[in-house]
């Protein structure tokens, strides 16, 4: 049973939709990512020239995730999407004015490699611990064996809850 078979069941008709933007490096992960919380195939994934997008639904809400490319050419028109915006998944852009007080997810990708650093040591990288304005999560997970994904939407979906309250 995949992730949307899950989340489907949690409820059929959503009582609101949020837009989740999914921001990251060239090859950090983001379409796999995304293809995984829609249950489809991962098995050939192709760099993003623009962006996907996808909805899914979990605890009454209807998530539209728009998965934007992360090559360097493509970063400046980042902004396009910044408006209603319900959660950011990119440290680097907590400055964007748009975005203040937005909540944060920060998924620690990879976590199957032998090489990856654990999330504990990337949030002390990126200092998370000093960010004030919001709240934040980052949560180790691999886009390709699914692990942790589902975890962090439960959190997109607490945090975009208390937000709309």
């Known amino acids: 049973m995949g992730l949307l078979s899950i989340l489907r069941k949690l409820k059929s008709a959503p009582d609101q939709e949020v837009r989740i933007l999914l921001l990251g490096l060239d090859n950090a992960g983001k379409t796999t990512l995304l ?24 605890q009454g809400f209807k998530l539209n995730v728009w998965d934007i490319g992360g090559q360097r050419k493509i970063r400046p028109y980042w902004r396009n999407y910044f408006e209603n915006t319900d959660i950011l998944e990119l440290a680097e852009l907590l400055e964007e004015e748009k975005l203040s007080c937005v909540p944060v997810l920060i998924f620690a990708n990879k976590q199957d490699l032998l090489t990856a650093a654990p999330a504990s040591e990337i949030a002390e990288g990126l200092n998370l611990h000093t960010i ?3 709240v934040w999560q980052i949560q180790s997970c ?21 937000k709309k309250k």
Do not use: Y
């Open 35 to 58: 293809k995984q919380l829609a249950s489809e195939d991962i098995s050939h994934i192709t760099p993003t020239q623009g962006f996907n997008i996808k909805s899914v639904q979990s």
């Open 142 to 162: 691999s886009a390709l064996t699914g692990e942790g994904v589902q975890d962090g939407m439960n959190w997109v979906c607490k945090n975009v809850n208390a």
């Open 132 to 134: 004030r304005d919001r």
